[in-house]
């Protein structure tokens, strides 16, 4: 069972990046009505996102958070010994985007640095795993860098997903510090449910074809993508979500020993913002410390969850907070944290 505990690892500064480019659902019509944009739009509460102009991408604009957030807290690059990139949209299959990062940065050539593929969980597993590096050695400080272009994932023409998912990069810095005292994490996978949230081809099972780039009509409905593109089951993964996540919070308030009541703010993934409320009314959560930014930035991935904190809660984490950060999707898996923030620095919202 991954239930695990750190002791005085935690967040010591947030910052993110989002795309200038803003896209207005309701003006998301190249393929739809306007009829059909504002019932989808209407329906998923996601009024905006942000679309990378071309040759921009997510190690861009976590780039562009990264030193925004290391010159707004005059840390010295050479005290970041981790650098950790989260994505599912990398710059190249190789090498891994983190070791390009380290360079551009101008970070030292002793900093380790590594990528983790994960999705809309992947921000909870990967706090977890800097965590524990942090906790077990004598490292300074650590840059985890959660960046995803979504955006070119998914097909315009697939009303299922043309009009959820946006682009962003974030940038997080983890320290050891006796302030930030325990934190605790739940992480669950289940691979059997691989095909609620896929994209076929395009890897070394199914690899690019001519024909997997052909765009088809692939239901009763009308929706087109080839298969390098994304599909999702929505009523299934909606599903999925309700019998998982309530459960798994539970057994973390045994774990953790404390009752989620006790927290100042909780922070799921931004799927949908149907499923989110649902969610908050089923577990009894007061809406103002439910926060969202889904209405303007849509569903970005593993992005989602520090998004949000820097959209959102600007200037109300510099005194002790405790926060609930519950990440699930594509895998399927899904993790939950109970985690303590204390003079925790977040950076103005960057845009390139």
Wanted: hydrophobic share 40%; aromatic share 10%.
């Amino acid at each position: 069972m991954a239930l695990l505990k750190f002791n005085d690892v935690g967040i010591a500064g947030m910052a993110a990046c989002v795309p200038s480019n803003t896209i207005n659902n309701y003006d998301y019509t190249e393929n739809f009505s306007a009829e059909e944009a504002k019932d989808i739009t209407d329906k998923t509460g996601i009024l905006q996102r942000r679309f990378a102009q071309p040759g921009v991408t997510a190690s861009d604009l976590c780039f562009a958070a990264a030193e925004k957030l290391m010159a707004d807290l005059h840390i010295d690059k050479a005290e970041i010994d981790l650098l950790v990139f989260v994505s599912q949209t990398p710059d190249y299959r190789m090498p891994a985007t983190s070791v390009l990062l380290q360079n551009r940065l101008g970070l030292s050539m002793q900093t380790m640095a590594f990528d983790i593929s994960l999705g809309c969980s992947a921000y909870v597993y990967t706090l977890s795993v800097v965590y524990s590096i942090m906790e077990k050695s004598g490292l300074r400080k650590a840059l985890l860098l959660d960046g995803e272009t979504r955006s070119r994932v998914y097909s315009p023409k697939d009303r299922k997903t043309a009009f959820l998912f946006g682009d962003g990069g974030t940038a997080t810095i983890v320290e050891k510090d006796n302030r930030f005292g325990e934190s605790f994490f739940s992480l669950n996978s289940d691979g059997s449910r691989e095909d609620l949230i896929k994209i076929k081809s395009g890897g070394y099972r199914y690899p690019s074809s001519a024909e997997s780039l052909v765009e088809k009509v692939v239901d009763e409905h009308g929706n087109v993508r080839s298969d390098e593109h994304g599909y999702m089951e929505g009523a299934d993964v909606f599903n999925f979500v309700l019998r998982e996540i309530p459960p798994d919070i539970k057994k973390m308030e045994v774990f953790a020993e404390t009752s989620i009541t006790s927290m100042d703010y909780y922070l799921f993934h931004q799927a949908n913002d149907y499923m989110n409320g649902y969610l908050a009314k089923k577990l009894k959560l007061p809406a103002d410390k439910v926060p969202s930014s889904i209405a303007k930035f849509g569903n970005t991935s593993s992005v989602s969850i520090p998004l949000t904190i820097v959209s959102q809660l600007q200037g109300k984490l510099n005194e002790n907070k405790k926060l609930m950060l519950c990440g699930f999707g594509v895998g399927m898996s899904w993790a939950t944290a109970f985690i303590q923030f204390n003079q925790c620095y977040i950076s103005d919202l960057v845009e390139i």
